[in-house]
């Protein structure tokens, strides 16, 4: 009889559970689920503190948001963000749920984002901290450690949007480890706003320790590629040299056409020992 009794208590509240998935698709809207937990333990919250405490990127934080304004999930005042009747009666039956109270449940939370993710989530944070340590080995080897964030796009091989949303993470506390800076040009009667980012002291403390510096900060090879390439990152050092290297060939290839055969022969052994000695310096370096 205890165990009839226990099995149907514990069936009672598992049941509650339908009425969170009806409000919020647990395997699909994970995300939303934890930024109404946020809002709730928080007493309602900006854009900003949501993205910094879940660690998420802003534009899905922004399309969770929406996607949960049309559930009327949440009600937004004045950039602050509350939950609804709805949103309020989902919060509590989660942590009826859990057991905890709210101050038991943000510790969790805030555990929660450091330890025990769910395995699902781990390509988020290695996405977003392959892009960041592309940004500082761009900044930190380039002039006053600043860029566009059109050339640090460029660089990672994505749009400047998509990246914008994941650096902008770093810009603030806890983590500041970038400065995020737009500068106003004018061109004729056009004005044109131009993003830039740059290493703050923490950033260039965290390149010093990186292992592309560290690695290369003493060899000879590396600084020469560097004043080819004029960057110091390896995957933009490589484009560079084998633009190069091409650019070359099609010049060399077309004097040898155009002099007499001694000199051509100069001109081809000249460039085969160029293109050998940038080879050799790629080599020892990578």
Request: aromatic share 8%.
């Amino acid at each position: 009889m205890d165990r009839v009794r226990v099995l149907s208590e514990i069936t009672k509240r598992i049941s509650v559970l339908r009425e969170v998935d009806s409000a919020i698709d647990i395997a699909r809207g994970w995300l939303q689920l934890r930024i109404l937990i946020a809002i709730g333990l928080l007493g309602g919250a900006d854009v900003n503190s949501i993205v910094s405490l879940l660690n998420e990127r802003r534009k899905s934080v922004l399309d969770a948001l929406r996607k949960m304004r049309e559930k009327e999930l949440i009600n937004i005042s004045n950039g602050v963000i509350l939950l609804s009747s709805k949103g309020e009666k989902i919060f509590n039956i989660i942590t009826g749920i859990t057991g905890f109270n709210t101050s038991s449940l943000k510790s969790t939370l805030t555990h929660m984002n450091i330890y025990d993710r769910p395995v699902y989530d781990v390509y988020r944070d290695l996405t977003r901290s392959f892009y960041l340590y592309d940004a500082i080995i761009a900044l930190g080897s380039s002039k006053n450690h600043e860029l566009p964030l059109g050339t640090l796009a460029y660089i990672s091989r994505i749009s400047p949007e998509v990246l914008d949303d994941y650096l902008k993470v770093y810009t603030s506390p806890p983590i500041k480890l970038l400065k995020r800076i737009t500068r106003t040009s004018k061109i004729l009667f056009l004005k044109r706003n131009t993003v830039y980012y740059r290493l703050t002291g923490d950033g260039v403390k965290v390149y010093h320790r990186l292992p592309d510096y560290v690695k290369y900060k003493g060899s000879i090879c590396a600084r020469i590629l560097r004043f080819i390439a004029r960057s110091g990152h390896p995957r933009m050092v490589l484009k560079r040299i084998a633009f190069i290297t091409s650019i070359g060939s099609a010049i060399a290839m077309t004097l040898t056409l155009i002099f007499s055969s001694p000199l051509s022969i100069v001109i081809m052994a000249t460039w085969i020992l160029l293109i050998s000695f940038l080879a050799l310096l790629v080599e020892i370096t990578y």
